[in-house]
């Protein structure tokens, strides 16, 4: 959308808004734990929202592919009858969602699109979702680094709107006709953006680009594990330090593997679930014969790294990176084999001895 | 929005015990309008559950020209497979399928001489390759089978073997890794029969399925008689659950075996990283 797609609203009205709205559906937004951490999570009142906050640890994911999910209830005696347990129907506002989390739902959109199999129960969450993002003006936290992975901090498509702040009021880059249709809803007075104003964001969004370190060893990265020129010692290295936790792969709001089983409810009900599942496991990939394709950390950090980083990957999903910088694993991570430390690593002793000689 | 999760009905109308551990079942789904739909390629597979226990992929062994019913050949090893040992005819399985864009190519080899390598459970998803292409034969130049098991006891299609090792169509070998007193044919791993047949490496289309080792080991011997790479072509087996490119477990690099294979040739093979 073009430049009349760029409103300005105060604060006072916004607030007023999703108030209004909260009768009609889950408005989810940050709000501050404990020990100061962000949660995402539904609020009955914009007081509670947290505005300074970070992003919340817990990924975004879970609204829409559920850490556990229950597909399909099933009976066990008689004559066989499945249902399909159905996704409950409500509307959802997503407010203050960060840009890395937004562009990893765009992902998962085309991912879980891929091959002419939509995923019903992804989508039907989707479908009745609005996301309201919140542009990052300064990094919220170190560990970011969406400006490697081109998704952050400000952007271009993804979002229903993005709000820029501008003091006591936004501008609001309205992205689909959701957007325009939440605002028109929720009866949001707005008016229309100035040359000033846009004038304003512009030197916001490249003040907000020279925040982020650039890391210049990404591009370099992504082609030595593409061409898999990275150095087995160095994989053996990252396998003997990772203990398998599953930690990176879980807070990922990049990471969408799932494992299937099924349980009995009682002697006659069964139900067919889903829950998430990590590529970092033994058990992910072995077969009843024994047979483990990686069996081994090593290989299973090098398929990490490879959906993370390899140019194929993208290529095969529409140019997405397979992370969007959020910086979580860096978090997460109890021995630090995360994205920008590995590929930090990679980049200074990875390359394998054919690589040297040039 | 249709649901890729939601299994169609089948019933077991028949089962076949070919080894001590592997059956054929003969299924027909239950509702008639999901019956006469069902239309499935050589190579493709589908998601079996048993429910209250799981479900599992499971190549289909019976020939794509038959309308009727359709076939699975199964050898129990695990959870899902053992319970489905334990079902009788007229019990209830569910189906999703058929699975899989990554079919055996077939119209593709028209006047090519045919190989067709199979190892113990490997058989099965290659016979829905050989019935149409017996049912074709003129189509095609010279047609070789070669099989091997690890006993004589497990030999999957007993009947069949026999029939293929009498018919003119068809150039039949065998051979078990451990003979019994009764075994008077061929011992050793499935790549000595190579050595017992000509292969024109300039017209050869040679399709495998089998353990990994094995399918291995086949496509070096096959590499070493000249065939060109998108000349061999595999099945690749990987653990899956979800069978429509969601769940992740069977990606290798940026394929997934279940929506971009499970038949793919040596070249796209070759090219697969992080394998
Ligand atoms: C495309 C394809 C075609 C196949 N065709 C046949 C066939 O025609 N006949 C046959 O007997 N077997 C076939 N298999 C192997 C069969 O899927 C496994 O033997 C079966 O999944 C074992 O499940 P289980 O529950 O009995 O064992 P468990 O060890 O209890 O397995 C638990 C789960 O792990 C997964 N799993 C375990 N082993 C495999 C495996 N080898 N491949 C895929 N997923 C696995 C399944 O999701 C299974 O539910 C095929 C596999 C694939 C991928
Ligand atoms: S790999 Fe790490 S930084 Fe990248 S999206 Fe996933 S959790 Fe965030
Ligand atoms: S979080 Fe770190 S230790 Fe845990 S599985 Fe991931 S790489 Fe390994
Ligand atoms: S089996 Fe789930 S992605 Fe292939």
Same mark, same amino acid.
């Given at each position: 959308?073009?430049?009349?797609?760029?409103?300005?609203?105060?604060?006072?009205?916004?607030?007023?808004?999703?108030?209004?709205?909260?009768?009609?559906?889950?408005?989810?937004?940050?709000?501050?734990?404990?020990?100061?951490?962000?949660?995402?999570?539904?609020?009955?009142?914009?007081?509670?929202?947290?505005?300074?906050?970070?992003?919340?640890?817990?990924?975004?994911?879970?609204?829409?592919?559920?850490? $556990? $999910?229950?597909?399909?209830?099933?009976?066990?005696?008689?004559?066989?009858?499945?249902?399909?347990?159905?996704?409950?129907?409500? #509307?959802?506002?997503?407010?203050?969602?960060?840009?890395?989390?937004?562009?990893?739902?765009?992902?998962?959109?085309?991912?879980?699109?891929?091959?002419?199999?939509?995923?019903? %129960?992804?989508? #039907?969450?989707?479908?009745?979702?609005?996301?309201?993002?919140?542009?990052?003006?300064?990094?919220?936290?170190?560990?970011?680094?969406?400006?490697?992975?081109?998704?952050?901090?400000?952007?271009?498509?993804?979002?229903?709107?993005?709000?820029?702040?501008?003091?006591?009021?936004?501008?609001?880059?309205?992205?689909?006709?959701?957007?325009?249709?939440?605002?028109?809803?929720?009866?949001?007075?707005?008016?229309?953006?100035?040359?000033?104003?846009?004038?304003?964001?512009?030197?916001?969004?490249?003040?907000?680009?020279?925040?982020?370190?650039?890391?210049?060893?990404?591009?370099?990265?992504?082609?030595?594990?593409?061409?898999?020129?990275?150095?087995?010692?160095?994989?053996?290295?990252?396998?003997?330090?990772?203990?398998?936790?599953?930690?990176?792969?879980?807070?990922?709001?990049?990471?969408?593997?799932?494992?299937?089983?099924?349980?009995? $409810?009682?002697?006659?009900?069964?139900?067919?679930?889903?829950?998430?599942?990590?590529?970092?496991?033994?058990? %992910?990939?072995?077969?009843?014969?024994?047979?483990?394709?990686?069996?081994?950390?090593?290989?299973?950090?090098?398929?990490?790294?490879?959906?993370?980083?390899?140019?194929?990957?993208?290529?095969?999903?529409?140019?997405?990176?397979?992370?969007?910088?959020?910086?979580?694993?860096?978090?997460?991570?109890?021995?630090?084999?995360?994205?920008?430390?590995?590929?930090?690593?990679?980049?200074?002793?990875?390359?394998?001895?054919?690589?040297?000689?040039? | 929005?249709?649901?890729?999760?939601?299994?169609?009905?089948?019933?077991?109308?028949?089962?076949?015990?070919?080894?001590?551990?592997?059956?054929?079942?003969?299924?027909?789904?239950?509702?008639?309008?999901?019956?006469?739909?069902?239309?499935?390629?050589?190579?493709?597979?589908? $998601?079996?559950?048993?429910?209250?226990?799981?479900?599992?992929?499971?190549?289909?062994?019976?020939?794509?020209?038959?309308?009727?019913?359709?076939?699975?050949?199964?050898?129990?090893?695990?959870?899902?497979?053992?319970?489905?040992?334990?079902?009788?005819?007229?019990?209830?399985?569910?189906?999703?399928?058929?699975?899989?864009?990554?079919?055996?190519?077939?119209?593709?080899?028209?006047?090519?001489?045919?190989?067709?390598?199979?190892?113990?459970?490997?058989?099965?998803?290659?016979?829905?390759?050989?019935?149409?292409?017996?049912?074709?034969?003129?189509?095609?130049?010279?047609?070789?089978?070669?099989?091997?098991?690890?006993?004589?006891?497990?030999?999957?299609?007993?009947?069949?073997?026999?029939?293929?090792?009498?018919?003119?169509?068809?150039?039949?070998?065998?051979?078990?890794?451990?003979?019994?007193?009764?075994?008077?044919?061929?011992?050793?791993?499935?790549?000595?029969?190579?050595?017992?047949?000509?292969?024109?490496?300039?017209?050869?289309?040679?399709?495998?399925?089998?353990?990994?080792?094995?399918?291995?080991?086949?496509?070096?011997?096959?590499?070493?008689?000249?065939?060109?790479?998108?000349?061999?072509?595999?099945?690749?087996?990987?653990?899956?659950?979800?069978?429509?490119?969601?769940?992740?477990?069977?990606?290798?690099?940026?394929?997934?075996?279940?929506?971009?294979?499970?038949?793919?040739?040596?070249?796209?093979?070759?090219?697969?990283?992080?394998?």
């Amino acid at each position: 959308m073009g430049a009349e797609s760029k409103k300005i609203l105060s604060k006072k009205e916004l607030a007023a808004a999703l108030n209004n709205v909260m009768g009609k559906m889950d408005v989810i937004a940050p709000t501050k734990g404990i020990e100061g951490e962000t949660h995402f999570q539904s609020i009955k009142s914009t007081n509670e929202i947290y505005w300074e906050y970070t992003h919340d640890l817990y990924p975004i994911k879970y609204l829409f592919s559920n850490q $556990e $999910e229950d597909l399909l209830k099933f009976n066990l005696n008689g004559r066989l009858d499945i249902k399909e347990v159905s996704v409950p129907r409500r #509307k959802m506002l997503v407010f203050g969602i960060r840009s890395c989390d937004v562009k990893a739902l765009e992902y998962t959109d085309i991912f879980y699109s891929g091959f002419d199999f939509k995923d019903s %129960y992804y989508f #039907k969450k989707r479908e009745n979702s609005i996301l309201i993002s919140i542009a990052c003006i300064k990094p919220p936290l170190d560990s970011c680094f969406c400006i490697c992975t081109n998704s952050g901090p400000f952007l271009e498509s993804g979002f229903d709107i993005q709000l820029v702040d501008l003091g006591n009021k936004f501008l609001a880059d309205i992205g689909t006709k959701k957007g325009e249709a939440f605002l028109k809803d929720a009866k949001v007075k707005t008016s229309n953006a100035t040359k000033r104003d846009l004038e304003k964001v512009e030197n916001l969004k490249t003040e907000a680009d020279e925040y982020f370190e650039t890391v210049g060893y990404f591009a370099k990265g992504i082609i030595q594990v593409t061409g898999s020129k990275v150095k087995e010692k160095l994989w053996e290295d990252f396998g003997d330090r990772c203990i398998s936790c599953g930690s990176c792969t879980h807070l990922c709001p990049m990471c969408t593997c799932f494992d299937v089983y099924d349980r009995i $409810e009682d002697e006659n009900i069964g139900i067919r679930s889903r829950c998430w599942d990590s590529c970092q496991y033994w058990g %992910y990939t072995k077969e009843a014969s024994g047979h483990n394709p990686r069996a081994e950390a090593k290989d299973r950090i090098k398929r990490r790294c490879y959906h993370k980083l390899s140019y194929y990957y993208m290529k095969a999903n529409n140019n997405f990176h397979g992370c969007v910088g959020c910086g979580r694993c860096v978090i997460g991570c109890p021995v630090s084999l995360d994205i920008p430390s590995i590929l930090k690593r990679i980049r200074r002793e990875g390359i394998t001895e054919a690589e040297e000689l040039i | 929005m249709a649901n890729i999760y939601l299994p169609d009905i089948a019933v077991i109308k028949d089962i076949i015990q070919e080894t001590s551990d592997t059956k054929t079942f003969v299924l027909e789904f239950r509702d008639s309008k999901i019956k006469k739909a069902f239309e499935f390629k050589s190579g493709q597979f589908v $998601e079996v559950s048993v429910f209250g226990v799981g479900e599992v992929p499971i190549g289909i062994s019976s020939n794509p020209l038959k309308k009727e019913n359709f076939e699975i050949t199964v050898r129990a090893v695990g959870s899902v497979t053992n319970v489905l040992h334990q079902k009788g005819i007229g019990d209830e399985i569910g189906i999703r399928g058929p699975l899989g864009n990554g079919t055996f190519p077939v119209d593709e080899m028209t006047g090519k001489d045919i190989l067709i390598i199979g190892g113990g459970i490997g058989l099965p998803p290659l016979r829905s390759l050989i019935l149409p292409i017996l049912d074709n034969r003129k189509k095609f130049g010279k047609f070789t089978i070669l099989y091997g098991a690890r006993t004589p006891g497990d030999r999957v299609y007993k009947n069949l073997l026999k029939k293929w090792s009498e018919s003119p169509k068809v150039e039949f070998h065998e051979t078990v890794d451990v003979a019994d007193d009764g075994w008077t044919g061929n011992v050793g791993v499935v790549t000595i029969l190579l050595d017992e047949i000509e292969i024109d490496p300039n017209n050869t289309a040679a399709y495998t399925c089998g353990p990994p080792i094995m399918i291995k080991f086949v496509i070096q011997e096959l590499l070493k008689r000249g065939l060109p790479e998108d000349m061999i072509i595999s099945t690749l087996e990987r653990y899956m659950k979800c069978g429509v490119g969601k769940c992740g477990h069977c990606a290798i690099g940026h394929k997934y075996i279940c929506t971009d294979g499970p038949v793919f040739s040596y070249k796209e093979i070759k090219a697969l990283p992080e394998g």
